[in-house]
């Protein structure tokens, strides 16, 4: 009896908290319900820039890159460039030693001068027994005899003409020049060094010197085909990279392949980025964000203000106090912000927090502003 005793004083406590007694006239107490408004955070309806970005990691790649080597097997005679120095376009970066190359031209153009000296003969010889035919003083045999050494002194004078040509490629080959303007970035063998370019395609041979064009680089991403569609050439795309947390540099998206890769499913996308100073080096991993849209000067809200049931999206106005429902017409969105073109004025506050279940005309406190 003490314990039910006990249970009913502490209801009529808690009754006493919730109510609170008044008298009429008669003395008699009437019992009144205090409203306690519900604490909620808001925020002004403002104007700003709405964004949407995607992210992606890659790689830094040159724009272009080249493995300098010579066409033709030899020793190492002499290399003139080191890492870090900058070369133009078809300047000598390294040569072989062309002793044995420049003998062998000497030897071909003596062939040709010996080829040349035959095929004249055999044409004078033709052209005087031609004569004698014409008089019938030699015989048609004679002739066709003439014409078949004259034929054969051309093809061997030809065969000379192409030896010495390929004698002096392979002497124009030995000596390396720049395929393009860039920045040497290693070197791969010493002067004395043999090398030998069949042999090196099948080793992974590096050539001698790495050239690399850094004034622009590339970067290749990996795009996943549920966002492939929103990629377009010449987006705006923000890039760091490790070298240069702090930095972001400019690029665009200036190539996008049109078939998934078949293992991974995933789109290639190469980003390009001027790079004039070469202040972001190859190899190097870069984050890359890419703009998909940007719109200036519009009114924004946090997507915690957006209730959205069925077809009907709407807010709840803080107005003076009392909770009011404003069916909007919501815009572009990101993953923080949502555009409001119609339905909300600039400056009017919105209820960000606590707004869900909201009944229209209950009573509202601030929280923060």
């Known amino acids: 009896m003490k314990i039910k005793a006990a249970m009913i004083t502490s209801l009529a406590l808690a009754v006493c908290v919730v109510f609170t007694g008044c008298s009429n006239k008669n003395g008699d107490k009437k019992v009144v319900y205090e409203k306690k408004p519900l604490q909620v955070k808001v925020e002004k309806v403002h104007r700003g820039v709405l964004t949407q970005e995607l992210s992606y990691k890659g790689t830094v790649l040159p724009w272009q890159r080249a493995n300098i080597g010579p066409d033709a097997a030899g020793r190492v005679l002499k290399i003139y460039k080191k890492p870090g120095d900058i070369v133009n376009k078809d300047a000598l970066l390294a040569e072989l030693d062309t002793t044995t190359l420049k003998l062998q031209v000497n030897q071909a153009d003596a062939g040709l001068a010996v080829a040349k000296a035959a095929y004249k003969d055999a044409l004078l010889n033709h052209q005087r027994l031609q004569k004698l035919y014409e008089k019938t003083a030699v015989s048609q045999m004679q002739l066709e005899k003439a014409a078949l050494a004259l034929e054969a002194a051309d093809t061997q004078q030809k065969s000379a003409e192409a030896a010495l040509n390929t004698v002096k490629h392979m002497l124009n080959m030995s000596y390396m020049r720049a395929p393009f303007a860039g920045i040497i970035t290693s070197k791969n063998m010493e002067e004395g060094d043999v ?105 924004l809200l946090p997507m915690s203000a957006l209730i959205e049931q069925g077809d009907s999206t709407s807010v709840v106005l803080y107005n003076n106090g009392v909770a009011k429902y404003k069916n909007i017409k919501v815009g572009q969105r990101n993953d923080g912000l949502f555009e409001i073109p119609e339905g909300l004025e600039e400056g009017q506050l919105v209820v960000v927090e606590g707004n869900y279940d909201l009944k229209e005309g209950t009573l509202l406190a601030l929280q923060e502003i």
């Not at 890039?239 to 996008?256: A, H, N, Q």
């Not at 991974?264 to 001027?274: A, I, P, Q």
């Open 195 to 299: 090398i030998n370019p069949m042999m090196g395609m099948s080793m992974g041979n590096s050539g001698v010197l790495t050239l690399m064009d850094l004034k622009k680089i590339k970067i290749t991403l990996d795009v996943p085909s549920e966002d492939i569609e929103k990629i377009k050439i010449g987006q705006k795309c923000f890039v760091k990279v490790d070298t240069y947390p702090g930095d972001v540099f400019d690029g665009e998206i200036y190539s996008r392949n049109l078939a998934a890769d078949t293992i991974s499913k995933t789109f290639k996308v190469e980003v390009k980025v001027d790079n004039p100073d070469i202040k972001i080096k190859a190899g190097v991993f870069a984050e890359v964000k890419v703009e998909i849209f940007s719109k200036e000067n519009v009114l």
